[in-house]
């Protein structure tokens, strides 16, 4: 029963350009969403997060677009970098979980120079 | 100066083995988590700990026994080990919000952990 959902296993850009990245969610009680960024043999590291009170929330070259209505979030990378190389989770949490996070399965992306 | 530490980061046993992982945090938070990223990538929790007192506890077997002594430390012992215990265990903090159900976690490295 997955609950928050990464469709894509991996996506490709180029430097300079945008990535985004999605995320689609099920369950309706989630009112919190985080990204974390993971490089290999390294945990994953807290990048951006959104409540479900706003639809966007911006932090220099990352920003995170929640649509409530449609159960998806997406993060946004402009410009993308060689450095931004890395698996992406989307985590979601309810209310009253105890900071019980949700992950999706990750999205490895690759910024080519 | 590491802020999440886990140990050991390597660990290969044979099946039936007991084995633990260590975690420990200097960041002064009073939550502590430990999750497993299995073979299908997924990163889901097993337990956390708020101020040494248990306050999630997922559906894991009666074989994994988590111990928190203070609330910079929190260990994971597992007995018996199987096959389907290989994978990757992260250790993480966070400071505690409640009822709010937010938080930023900060992960450890992870303790990879392959049964034979």
């Known amino acids: 029963d997955q609950q928050v959902k990464q469709n894509s296993p991996s996506l490709s850009v180029q430097e300079g350009r945008i990535s985004i990245l999605n995320c689609d969610y099920t369950?309706?009680?989630?009112?919190?969403f985080l990204w974390y960024k993971k490089y290999p043999a390294e945990g994953p590291t807290f990048l951006i997060s959104?409540?479900?009170?706003?639809d966007k929330n911006e932090d220099g070259r990352f920003t995170v677009f929640l649509n409530k209505s449609a159960k998806h979030l997406s993060l946004h990378i402009v410009p993308s970098q060689p450095g931004d190389s890395a698996v992406y989770f989307c985590?979601?949490?309810?209310?009253?979980?105890?900071?019980?996070?949700?992950f999706g399965k990750g999205t490895l992306l690759t910024v080519n120079p | 100066d590491t802020a999440v530490s886990q140990t050991p980061k390597y660990l290969v046993t044979q099946m039936g083995n007991d084995k633990s992982i260590k975690c420990e945090q200097n960041?002064?938070?009073?939550?502590m988590y430990w999750y497993k990223q299995d073979s299908k990538k997924f990163l889901k929790i097993m337990f956390s700990?708020?101020?040494?007192?248990?306050?999630i506890n997922e559906t894991v077997p009666n074989r994994f026994s988590p111990k928190s002594p203070d609330k910079a430390h929190l260990n994971l012992h597992i007995n018996s080990l199987e096959l389907g215990d290989s994978a990757v265990y992260f250790c993480?903090?966070?400071?505690?919000?409640?009822?709010?159900?937010?938080?930023?976690?900060?992960f450890g490295e992870g303790s990879r952990l392959t049964v034979l």
């Open positions: 993480a903090s966070s400071h505690y919000a409640g009822a709010r159900g937010t938080g930023e976690l900060f």
């Open positions: 369950n309706s009680m989630f009112d919190y």
């Open positions: 959104i409540s479900s009170i706003k």
């Open positions: 985590a979601a949490s309810a209310r009253g979980s105890n900071y019980k996070l949700t």
């Open positions: 960041l002064g938070h009073d939550t």
């Open positions: 700990y708020n101020n040494k007192e248990l306050i």
